[in-house]
T-cell receptor
Framework: AQSVTQLGSHVSVSEGALVLLRCNYS??????LFWYVQYPNQGLQLLLK??????LVKGINGFEAEFKKSETSFHLTKPSAHMSDAAEYFC????????????FGTGTSLTVIP | EAGVTQFPSHSVIEKGQTVTLRCDPI?????LYWYRRVMGKEIKFLLH????????ESGMPNNRFLAERTGGTYSTLKVQPAELEDSGVYFC??????????FGPGTRLTVT
């Protein structure tokens, strides 16, 4: 069965500290993986995507994620948190063979403490 | 380039009423998707259009939900009659390919 698990529905970090949001996946085929961010009253914005090329993926706003097949993980990191990073983050998975629906995690709400 | 737009942004209706949500995809995107997020849960797939044809509607919860895509452009999702458990945020996404989807802001539906 296909599934995405995000550990920690709420994460708080201090401004300037490392941001680490965890995502693990389960898929019967090599997946495509994505991180989306949703700011208050806005839609889902694509942060970055993994589509079987480089395992370390860089995205917008200084975020990056590393695909680790052995750990079935795709954790999102940012070296130094900014106040503007406060938002909800979603990990999502797509299957290259079926090509339609994305499977989402339950989301992680990030709070940045000044 | 205009993004995916959805109307209305919020809708509050009573149980038993009908509501129609609309999605306008990015121009030129043949693929259109509907998803729903019930409070606190994951965003779940409802269905997928390729142009005007339903490619996959395996996520539609029951026959109270009807989706259409007129002429391969905008899409509507009708809920009739609405039940309390239909409350949530309905997202629309469009894509030119199978490995990236662009999402709209969502419609928050509250059924009272």
């Amino acid at each position: 069965a296909q599934s995405v698990t995000q550990l920690g529905s709420h994460v708080s970090v201090s401004e300037g500290a490392l941001v680490l949001l965890r995502c693990n996946y389960s898929s019967s085929v090599p997946p495509y993986l994505f991180w989306y961010v949703q700011y208050p009253n806005q839609g889902l914005q694509l942060l970055l995507k993994y589509t079987s090329a480089a395992t370390l993926v860089k995205g917008i706003n200084g975020f990056e994620a590393e695909f680790k097949k052995s750990e079935t993980s795709f954790h999102l990191t940012k070296p130094s948190a900014h106040m503007s990073d406060a938002a909800e983050y979603f990990c999502a998975m797509g299957r290259p063979d079926t090509g339609n629906q994305f499977y989402f995690g339950t989301g992680t709400s990030l709070t940045v403490i000044p | 380039e205009a993004g995916v737009t959805q109307f209305p942004s919020h809708s509050v209706i009573e149980k038993g009423q009908t509501v129609t949500l609309r999605c306008d995809p990015i121009s030129g995107h043949d693929n259109l998707y509907w998803y729903r997020r019930v409070m606190g849960k994951e965003i779940k797939f409802l269905l997928h259009f390729v142009k005007e044809s339903k490619q996959d509607e395996s996520g539609m919860p029951n026959n109270r939900f009807l989706a259409e895509r007129t002429g391969g452009t905008y899409s509507t999702l009708k809920v009739q009659p609405a039940e309390l458990e239909d409350s949530g945020v309905y997202f629309c996404a469009s894509s030119p390919t199978y490995y990236e989807q662009y999402f709209g802001p969502g419609t928050r539906l509250t059924v009272t």
